[in-house]
């Protein structure tokens, strides 16, 4: 007895309520746009710059007292999150400290660190700190930029590359759906203020691999289905494409999802916003490829008669020896 | 039909089990590590001790020895990004210049007069002459002292800019010359950096050198970024200034020229001085820790090298009695009167030092001082303990996926599933075989890679088994089905790889540290996926199907 996520023969009109589900991806998009606009991002001083200090004492955090100690120094904008994870031990509490960049300095400078150090140990005298990291305006002026170039930079090659596999139509669809998935991660960051930092931007551009992984194998049944059902409507080979390669989506989002899952619960919480990140966008990444992507290349059309030139493009991998 | 040339399977299964015998060695991390350390240390020294026998026998000789780095954040360490201020370095230069320029223009007096240099922007040597209708002379004087450029791209331009502003001759670093000038600015400042980390003995650091200006170090196993910056961020500027006078205030009047530096020993105390210096640090050949045979405090010897003997042989004899500055990156070490000619290039610093002091010291002036300042634009401290759980949290989590991967599969596939499963296994074993291989650092991140690459490696063989499943509704034999399901998923596989691929070079060549790691991972993960998915369960089920020859398969 075989474990089927779908029946073997499925006929799910995928296009029945295409307008509630466009209509849904386009609310939340929305949606995400002005959370995003209202309560801004909750960024890491990758971006911000600042110092972050990690604290580690067998009491449990108590973040007035921490707050007291620290308000002294006057040293601006500190935040202090408690960090709980199942991972730790019943006496392991532990902390985020955050400090803002302070003006006229790159990196912070020992004498700050060592003052806030000393500053915390008035409260918990045996308070370790496992990490300590500094970053100046300078540099997460610069990551920034970084980071929305690689955004960019593989959006425009994703679309070319479908482009050249496919035709223009698919490529529009494929980043019209990615686009889609982006914003709607950015939406959550921004909605449950997790810390938005370089690992979130990794997070965000595997989310891009991902769901355009999705939307790909989708798109090559739909060539393939193209080809071989020249006379009926392209809905239909849509929906007929969708069905066919519905339990291979579904398998391998379950297993991605199965092992992200380990790491979300078990990964620890240095690691856990971006893990986050990819389960949640491996969810929106299939959502998408199954009812944005196709939608959109409905939306504008796509050339029928697929037999002769593109024909040769399409097939130019069968003929390797696997 | 089903067939696999034999020279085919042969290089599968040499493939895997290469990935696998390279692999290995990270499964015993700590045995290995500490068998390759004696044998670095056995082949630094030349010298084999039992305990360091002892440490080498932990790991038989034959097997490969190669491990995966381990980043930062999971090994605990230190990371500095650190910028290079270059252009330190055109003043210094363009103050070595001026006794050229001085010379030159005097060989020029009867048409330019008398000359003075003035004070001037960093970057800019100002010299005013007396007779301004000379002006063109004088230019031509200083731009015969210009050398052609020496580098690839500076061909053909000359190193000066000079030109005349009314009666001051200016000089300036061409912007050819200041690009060649900033390529050894940065060489030098990463050869500095390393010889100091590596004079205190960590395990590998990494040195690199970052865009235009900056510098990345990441020591493992350092106590903190703070000790690092103490190690490599001093500059260990050693200069010998002649000393024009002593005051007490700080604000004292000076001469163009000049220079007011604190006293290291004795505070409010300071020191006018000529700001061109007799000798420098760079002439240094050999610096040791020492103790003063006099009074017995510590002390740091030196020998210059002859340039260096040379020039500062010719000023100790020219002025006995007068007192010279030993200056350590601006500030006044001592300041002793010399009581005779020191021709022998070699001499002795005594200050207030404790024996770590001169160590030091001795240290910093053997490796050389940093040709320019360096500023710490980003510093990370990653404890132990906190990388040490990041491990232990990250393998159970790996293998949890993994259990629950192959459960899933083996409940989903059936027999296929245990196969798709053999060949997840060893796709672990394969990425792990690379890293290993090409000396990749782990990351956490890239912990997450690996798991992530868990749950997507079955995607090829999910494509290809869910193909083979459509193709048996055909009916027309299982070996066709196989067949037409390897072949009509190909190309969804390559595309849906493909994509992936690009987007984790995109990581690798804009992401930095972690998020590189994470690339990595997730890059090599897709290849060895691919690999294992097409080739290695292809093998698997033909083997089978060539035994068993089923009349019927359930996928």
Same mark, same amino acid.
């Given at each position: 007895m075989r474990l089927r996520l779908v029946p073997d023969e499925t006929n799910i009109d995928f296009f029945k309520y295409a307008r509630a589900t466009f209509g849904a991806s386009i609310v939340a998009m929305v949606l995400s746009l002005g959370i995003w606009f209202a309560m801004g991002l909750n960024f890491g001083i990758d971006f911000l710059g600042g110092t972050t200090l990690r604290t580690e004492a067998s009491e449990p955090v108590n973040v007035g007292e921490y707050r007291a100690a620290l308000d002294a120094l006057a040293l601006g904008d500190v935040s202090i999150t408690e960090v709980f994870d199942p991972t730790f031990a019943a006496d392991q509490h532990v902390a985020m400290i955050r400090i803002q960049a302070q003006d006229g300095q790159e990196a912070v400078t020992p004498e700050t660190i060592n003052a806030v150090q000393d500053a915390l140990r008035t409260v918990y005298p045996e308070m370790t700190f496992p990490s300590v990291e500094s970053v100046g305006p300078k540099v997460s002026g610069e990551l920034i930029t970084t980071a929305l170039i690689a955004v960019a930079a593989s959006l425009a090659a994703i679309l070319i590359y479908i482009w050249l596999r496919f035709e223009w139509q698919f490529s529009v669809g494929a980043v019209a759906a990615l686009i889609h998935d982006i914003v709607l991660t950015v939406g959550v960051f921004s909605l449950l203020q997790i810390r938005f930092d370089l690992a979130t931007i990794a997070a965000l551009l595997t989310i891009v691999g991902y769901s355009i992984n999705d939307t790909v194998v989708i798109f090559d049944r739909l060539r393939e289905n193209l080809i071989k059902y020249k006379q009926r409507p392209l809905q239909d080979v849509m929906n007929l494409s969708a069905n066919e390669t519905l339990s291979r989506t579904l398998m391998t989002s379950g297993t991605t999802l199965l092992a992200l899952l380990a790491l979300l619960i078990l990964g620890g919480d240095v690691i856990r916003g971006f893990v986050f990140a990819i389960f949640w966008g491996v969810i929106v990444g299939t959502y998408s490829s199954i009812y944005v992507a196709k939608n959109v290349v409905l939306m504008i059309g796509v050339k029928r008669d697929w037999s002769k030139p593109d024909n040769k493009s399409g097939t130019q991998f069968s003929n390797i020896d696997a | 039909m089903l067939q696999i040339p034999l020279w085919n399977r042969l290089m599968i299964t040499l493939v895997v089990l290469a990935g696998i015998s390279f692999a290995m060695p990270n499964l015993f991390y700590d045995r290995v590590e500490r068998h390759n350390d004696a044998v670095a240390e056995m082949e630094a020294t030349g010298i084999s001790t039992d305990a360091l026998e002892a440490e080498r026998a932990l790991w038989p000789e034959v097997l490969p020895s190669t491990l995966v780095n381990l980043g930062l954040d999971l090994r605990g360490g230190a990371h500095l990004l650190a910028e290079v201020r270059v252009e330190d370095v055109y003043e210094a230069r363009l103050d070595a210049l001026w006794p050229d320029v001085r010379d030159a223009l005097r060989d020029v007096r009867d048409t330019v007069g008398t000359i003075r240099r003035q004070d001037a922007a960093p970057g800019e040597l100002r010299v005013r002459i007396s007779q301004p209708d000379g002006m063109g002379a004088a230019v031509a004087a200083v731009r015969a002292l210009a050398q052609p450029v020496v580098s690839l791209t500076g061909v053909g331009s000359s190193t000066l800019d000079v030109r005349g502003e009314n009666d001051v001759v200016v000089v300036t670093l061409s912007a050819a010359e200041q690009e060649a000038t900033d390529t050894r600015t940065m060489q030098?400042?990463?050869?500095?950096?390393?010889?100091?980390?590596?004079?205190? &003995?960590?395990?590998?650091?990494?040195?690199?050198?970052?865009? +235009?200006?900056?510098?990345?170090?990441?020591?493992?196993?350092?106590? @903190? #970024?703070?000790?690092?910056?103490?190690? %490599?961020?001093?500059? #260990?500027?050693?200069?010998?200034?002649?000393?024009?006078?002593? !005051?007490?205030?700080?604000?004292?009047?000076?001469?163009?020229?000049?220079?007011? /530096?604190?006293?290291?020993?004795?505070?409010? !105390?300071?020191?006018?001085?000529?700001? =061109?210096?007799?000798? +420098?640090?760079?002439?240094?050949?050999?610096?040791?820790?020492?103790?003063?045979?006099?009074?017995?405090?510590p002390a740091v010897t030196f020998q210059f090298n002859p340039t260096g003997a040379r020039a500062f042989g010719e000023y100790t004899s020219a002025n006995v009695g007068a007192p010279f500055a030993i200056v350590l990156d601006e500030e006044v070490i001592s300041?002793?009167?010399?009581?005779? *000619?020191?021709?022998?290039? @070699?001499?002795?610093? =005594?200050?207030?030092? !404790?024996i770590e002091d001169s160590t030091e010291l001795a240290v910093l002036l053997r490796a050389g001082a940093l040709p320019a300042e360096m500023v710490f634009l980003e510093e990370r401290t990653i404890g132990p303990e906190l990388g040490a759980d990041s491990i232990a949290a990250g393998e159970t989590a790996a293998l949890v996926a993994f259990a629950a991967v192959l459960i899933f599969m083996v409940l989903s596939y059936g027999l296929f599933g245990v196969f798709a499963s053999v060949a997840l296994i060893l796709n672990?074993?394969?990425?792990?075989?690379?890293? @290993? /291989?090409? &000396? #990749?650092?782990? +990351? /956490?991140?890239? %912990?997450?890679?690996?798991?992530? +690459?868990? &749950?997507?490696?079955?995607?090829?063989?999910?494509?290809?088994?869910?193909?083979?499943?459509?193709?048996?509704?055909? #009916?027309?034999?299982?070996?066709?089905?196989?067949?037409? &399901?390897?072949?009509?998923?190909?190309?969804?596989?390559?595309? *849906?790889?493909? !994509?992936?691929?690009?987007?984790?070079?995109?990581?690798?060549?804009?992401? @930095?540290?972690?998020?590189?790691?994470?690339?990595? =991972?997730l890059g090599i993960g897709i290849v060895t996926s691919v690999f294992t998915a097409i080739y290695v369960t292809r093998l698997l089920i033909v083997t089978w199907f060539d035994r068993r020859r089923p009349k019927t398969i359930e996928v």
């Open positions: - | 030098q400042s990463v050869e500095i950096v390393r010889r100091r980390v590596d004079e205190a &003995g960590t395990r590998e650091p990494t040195i690199q050198r970052q865009g +235009t200006d900056r510098i990345l170090i990441q020591v493992p196993g350092i106590g @903190s #970024a703070q000790e690092l910056k103490d190690l %490599i961020g001093t500059t #260990a500027r050693l200069t010998f200034n002649p000393v024009v006078g002593r !005051t007490s205030d700080p604000e004292a009047d000076l001469e163009s020229r000049q220079i007011l /530096l604190p006293s290291l020993d004795e505070p409010g !105390t300071f020191y006018i001085l000529e700001q =061109t210096p007799v000798v +420098t640090g760079d002439d240094l050949v050999d610096s040791q820790p020492a103790f003063d045979a006099q009074s017995g405090v300041a002793p009167v010399i009581r005779s *000619a020191i021709t022998g290039g @070699s001499g002795q610093i =005594t200050g207030n030092f !404790t672990v074993g394969l990425i792990f075989g690379v890293l @290993s /291989l090409i &000396g #990749a650092t782990l +990351t /956490l991140p890239g %912990i997450a890679g690996i798991v992530l +690459t868990i &749950g997507m490696a079955v995607d090829a063989n999910v494509l290809v088994f869910e193909r083979i499943r459509e193709e048996l509704k055909t #009916a027309r034999g299982p070996a066709r089905a196989i067949e037409l &399901g390897y072949s009509r998923a190909l190309s969804a596989i390559v595309d *849906a790889n493909l !994509t992936t691929f690009i987007i984790a070079v995109i990581l690798f060549v804009l992401g @930095s540290g972690p998020v590189r790691g994470f690339s990595v =991972t």
